[in-house]
């Protein structure tokens, strides 16, 4: 063999040990070694950076949140102390809005407790917030729990800045029965309802500058003695204290998951998972309002503007409607007018539900020019989705349901921490694991919801990741 023929076989040996090592030194970085990865770069065997859609999910049993791309592979990540209290929200700054769990920081709160206790130690109470910076840094925090009250699911931002969040609230065994519950589905743990929180951030903190309560709007026909008895179809736009179970927890028998603003008609949609509704109230009243049935934009106070997914509730259990059984993540379609969830459906034999496979629902609601909503026949309609989309999944619990821009739908098998994407049809794109160095090795895979954004998204932009508009 030449000297020549030598030197270039050495040279070809080289090069080779060089990308071995390269490859090795990749494989072994661990996910706290950079936070940003480079779009540049292979994030897998046959997977690149996919830019034009980007996934928020922030894992229940970790502290690190993370955004990937639509392939789900990791293109940035925040790191906190604490594991996650549900779902967090991507600032125009390229910040994480990011809600702590209190489940290891006060084991014996009584919202901790009582879920530890039913064995459900996949639910992290929230209570901690936290603005963590592009570099991870903790630009704000702010503290609201005690043993009375805890936030829980999400915290979300609304136009003006300001924080919107569902919250616990305790009361006693003897306040629900005072409420017009049936003593027999009062536990000694008594039983919590609902508020919503808008909250301001401050220098030093926060302040509450809204709030709205389920107390303040119930309707009962059990206990005639009680102040807010009356006929369940005569108050539709009430809440029935008695229709509530909490399958899993007596006391959380409502159990809003989300809340969610609508700028055009400054209006809140929400859905209880234990009453299979979608409920939509009014954000322009003050808090003395809030708790009234008068004032506001559409004068109805505090009351509900329109429901959907359950007449049951209402006295109405022969309208022929389309019956929700446990709900997850409504949105607002604002180019269509229309709503859009997840829903679980899971068998519910007080309706004679068999259950099946989650879906996506979409509806167009009957909303007047003004945002007021309309009923026909004694309920809210419409009888039919105008869209069902079969997730080809049975998940009991949590959810997504989210039209990105380009019509494509966004939802999961989050118990699983799957994504799924449906065309606006309802037919399943499809179906992917989310970054399986998340899910591998931990207690809990669980995933709340998953949070799309574009491309163009000014959070995205920030992190030097997307493509800006043209």
Known sequence: MSYKSSLLILLLVLSLLFVSCGKKG??????????????????????????????????????TTYLVDASNQPVYQWTSTYEAGQSAFLLDDGS????????????????????????IDVFNIGGIFERITKDNKVAWSFKYYSD??????????????NLLFPVWRYHTEEESIELGRDP????????????????????NGAEIVWEWNIKDHLIQDFDETKANYGQLKDHPNRIDINWGRGYNLSEDFIHVNSAFYIKEYDQIVMTSYHYSELW???????????????????????????????????????????????????????????????DNNVADPSRK??????????IAPPIQPDGSYVMEGGIYGPLQ???????????????????????????????ASKTIWIDEAGKIISTSQIWENTTKDADSIQVYRLVGYAKDDPGVLALGLGVPKK
Request: aromatic share 8%; glycine share 12%; charged share 20%.
């Open 26 to 63: 990749q494989e072994t970085k661990t996910q706290e070694d950079t936070m940003v990865l480079s779009t540049d770069q292979d994030q897998g065997e046959g997977n690149s950076v996919q830019t034009d859609k980007f996934i928020l999910y922030a894992p229940g049993a970790f502290k």
């Open 353 to 362: 539900l068999k259950g099946g496979n989650s879906m996506v629902v979409e």
């Open 184 to 203: 027999k589905h009062v536990s000694s743990g008594g039983l919590w309802m609902e508020s919503l929180i808008e909250m301001r951030p401050t220098d």
């Open 96 to 119: 994480l809005l990011r809600p702590g769990s209190i489940n290891n920081v006060t084991p014996d709160n009584r919202f901790v407790a009582a879920y530890r206790d039913a064995e």
């Open 280 to 342: 939509v109230i009014d954000h322009s009243t003050t808090t003395k309002e809030a708790a009234g049935k008068t004032g506001g934009r559409y004068g109805r106070g505090g009351e509900l503007l329109y429901r959907w997914g359950n007449p049951w509730v209402y006295g109405n259990e022969d309208s022929g409607q389309f019956l929700l059984s446990a709900v997850h993540d409504p949105k607002w379609v604002a180019e269509k007018r229309h709503f859009i969830m997840y």
């Open 385 to 415: 989705p105008v869209m069902t989309g079969d997730l080809g999944v049975q998940a009991t619990s949590v959810g997504t349901a989210q039209r990105m821009a380009d019509g494509t739908i966004l939802s999961c098998d989050c118990t």
């Open 148 to 161: 009375d009250y805890a936030p829980h699911h999400l915290v979300t931002v609304i136009p003006n800045g």
